[in-house]
């Protein structure tokens, strides 16, 4: 699924990936079906989830978008499949704009409801629109730029033909010279028009796409402290602002109330820590489709709190922040990164965007990550890598700079280690019913968008059915009597195949609306599986923080303290002799104490601060955001649903009113 080579430059989509289509010849049509049954991970969903350790199985196939690398059985030189190419690779204003129109979420495929429903305004047969789907489909769900590029030129060719004529894409490559433009005409408000999926760290509704106007500038300066937390003021919103200010290391709201804890005392948390999913913050992140060599893929990041506009990143970008954020948040929530592969499919690049877009938007929403220097440059900088090659990043721990007052200690309670014990041995059923969850979404997402697509070819082959009819009865079509002469002569319906096909018509309009509807359906079930990933990326988090919290919460201070008290015993020792020098001996021995005892402090007030992260973890981040998306994700998860079966159940009911004057004989 994902080990399938992806082309390193600009493709061109050549006539032979559309003559090799499986269960396609070069110049017929076959059976419609030789070629819907998908392959193993069709559609981007496998048994496997991308960021497992289970290696991921490889796939013989090409990737959708890759079909150019498909000449088979075809001539380089052949001047009409050249000039196939230069239509479909430098295609006509009005091709793009087509495109446009349906492509709304910009992922560069098409589904089939929304090109048959575009087709369909062409006044073509329904059997010449399905000839020409299943000519330049390829994956049976969709239709990829090209492929649809190629449909509209099928179009053209057949609206400029005879009934008669056979449509191929031989007969395309022929006719490219005088090739007219398709007469298609697409309405502003078909039913088509479906909205992107939201994905990503949302709770509440989808992320906003625009960015503020406040007009922030990234500082340019070789002397930026990227460790400075002090909250950025341009272009934030106010929940990013501290009072009164604050210089480069003064120490910021960590999501501790004023006395200290996210609790009040009798353990209701406390009011500033409630609502925080009102105000987050919404960072997108898109693929950048113009690629700059293999390992060069590119990521367009924009956030809708800093107003830098978007900017472009790469992976290496996102991993040297999390390097960044680990140093200096060891003891804090952080997200991992999706992983890096060589060659990767679209399937994976898009799973990846996907997983980069969560990694961002969980550090952004994090109450004391969301202010670090680092991360503000990272979103906001737009000479990204020129920043980084003349600025020292300190990555000093957080605990340097930050310092707990004594409510902020008396906060954490004496039963830490017992509460996050109890997260600890329960994490591993809960991952793991989570893997279950997201996997068989994923498969029943596959189902949704397998059906969309049969039931726009169903909606095909109802309409040709209908079209067929007086062609085949014997009432409709011209015939002669014993004498000669002709009967029914004007090649008319007669009535009842006129009822029937007119019935047949509506059967059909309805199975494309169903198409659409499931369509709607895939955009719901694509947002709730980034909701449960989400939420599955929380609880990965914290599992991740459990092996460094026990990496790095060792320390030497017992070591230390021994060593104190063996100089303590030399120097009285020393003193007792009173051998000469012994006072030089002594202060060198009261020196070493004293450096000893200075590094015994720190570690045991590092001590405190990593139990404190531990239990603002717990109790503020993690507590509150797995409650609140598992709540919302769920809730408006059923509201879609049930919403989506109100609208199916008006489709039906509509085509049983109009069938109730459908004629029987």
């Not at 604050?246 to 009040?264: D, I, P, T």
């Not at 353990?267 to 489709?289: N, R, T």
């Not at 109450?367 to 900088?381: H, Q, S, Y």
Request: contains cysteine; neutral net charge.
């Amino acid at each position: 699924m994902f080990n399938a080579p992806r082309r390193m430059g600009g493709g061109s989509l050549s006539s032979s990936a559309f003559l090799t289509s499986p269960g396609l010849s070069s110049s017929g049509y076959n059976d419609p079906l030789a070629s819907t049954v998908p392959a193993p991970g069709a559609g981007g969903f496998g048994d496997v989830d991308p960021w497992s350790a289970v290696p991921s199985p490889a796939r013989s196939g090409t990737p959708r978008g890759n079909v150019d690398e498909i000449r088979d059985g075809i001539t380089a030189g052949s001047a009409g499949r050249e000039g196939l190419n230069g239509l479909i690779n430098d295609p006509p204003a009005i091709y793009v704009s087509l495109f446009d129109q349906i492509d709304t979420s910009g992922t560069g495929h098409v589904s089939l409801a929304s090109v048959q429903r575009l087709l369909t305004t062409s006044k073509l047969p329904a059997l010449t629109v399905e000839k020409i789907i299943n000519l330049t489909s390829r994956d049976n769900s969709s239709l990829a730029r090209q492929e649809f590029f190629c449909a509209l030129a099928l179009v053209a060719l057949a609206q400029s033909s005879s009934e008669d004529d056979e449509i191929s894409i031989e007969r395309l490559s022929a006719s490219i010279p005088n090739l007219p433009l398709p007469d298609l005409k697409p309405s502003s408000t078909s039913h088509n028009t479906l909205s992107a999926p939201p994905t990503g760290y949302d709770l509440g509704g989808s992320p906003s796409s625009s960015s503020a106007s406040h007009g922030l500038t990234p500082s340019a300066s070789t002397g930026f402290n990227a460790w400075d937390t002090t909250p950025r003021t341009n272009g934030l919103s106010d929940h990013h602002r501290s009072p009164g200010g604050g210089s480069g290391n003064q120490h910021v709201s960590s999501g501790y109330s004023a006395n200290g804890s996210a609790f009040r005392s009798d353990g209701v948390l406390e009011e500033s820590q409630l609502g925080y999913w009102k105000d987050l913050e919404h960072v997108e992140v898109a693929l950048i489709p113009e690629k700059e060599g293999w390992f060069l893929q590119k990521y367009r990041v924009e956030s809708d709190k800093r107003s830098s506009g978007p900017v472009s990143r790469r992976y290496s970008d996102f991993v040297w922040l999390l390097d960044c954020l680990v140093k200096r948040y060891p003891i804090r929530l952080l997200p991992s990164l999706p992983p890096k592969r060589i060659g990767p499919d679209a399937s994976f690049l898009e799973a990846r965007r996907k997983a980069l877009k969560r990694f961002i938007n969980f550090v952004v929403n994090h109450p004391v990550i969301k202010d670090d220097g680092a991360l503000n440059v990272f979103l906001t900088e737009g000479a990204f890598e020129s920043w980084r090659k003349r600025t020292k990043v300190s990555t000093d721990e957080e605990s340097h700079s930050k310092k707990l007052n004594t409510a902020q200690e008396m906060a954490i309670p004496s039963d830490l280690d017992e509460k996050l014990g109890i997260l600890r041995d329960n994490l591993p059923s809960i991952l793991t019913s989570y893997q279950k969850l997201v996997l068989l979404s994923e498969k029943s997402l596959n189902r949704l968008i397998n059906h969309s697509a049969d039931s726009s070819r169903l909606s095909l082959s109802v309409q040709a059915i209908g079209e067929s009819l007086n062609k085949s009865c014997f009432r409709c079509t011209n015939s002669t009597d014993e004498h000669g002469t002709i009967i029914n002569g004007n090649g008319s319906s007669c009535s009842l195949c006129k009822g029937v096909s007119k019935g047949l018509e509506d059967v059909g309009e309805t199975w494309i609306r169903i198409a659409e509807e499931t369509e709607r359906r895939v955009t719901i079930i694509t947002s709730h599986i980034e909701s449960l990933k989400s939420t599955r990326d929380l609880y990965l988090s914290f599992r991740d923080l459990f092996i460094r919290h026990d990496k790095l919460s060792k320390d030497n201070v017992d070591g230390l303290r021994k060593k104190v008290e063996s100089r303590n015993k030399k120097i009285e020792q020393l003193k007792n002799a009173g051998k000469p020098g012994w006072e030089i001996e002594v202060d060198k021995l009261v020196a070493a104490n004293d450096q000893d005892n200075s590094s015994i402090t720190s570690l045991l007030s590092r001590r405190v601060f990593i139990k404190a992260c531990m239990w603002h973890e717990l109790s503020v981040v993690h507590h509150s955001r797995q409650a609140a998306q598992t709540t919302f994700g769920w809730k408006d998860f059923t509201n879609d649903q049930i919403e989506g079966i109100k609208r199916l159940e008006g489709v039906w009911e509509g085509l049983k009113d109009k069938l109730e004057g459908m004629p029987v004989e």
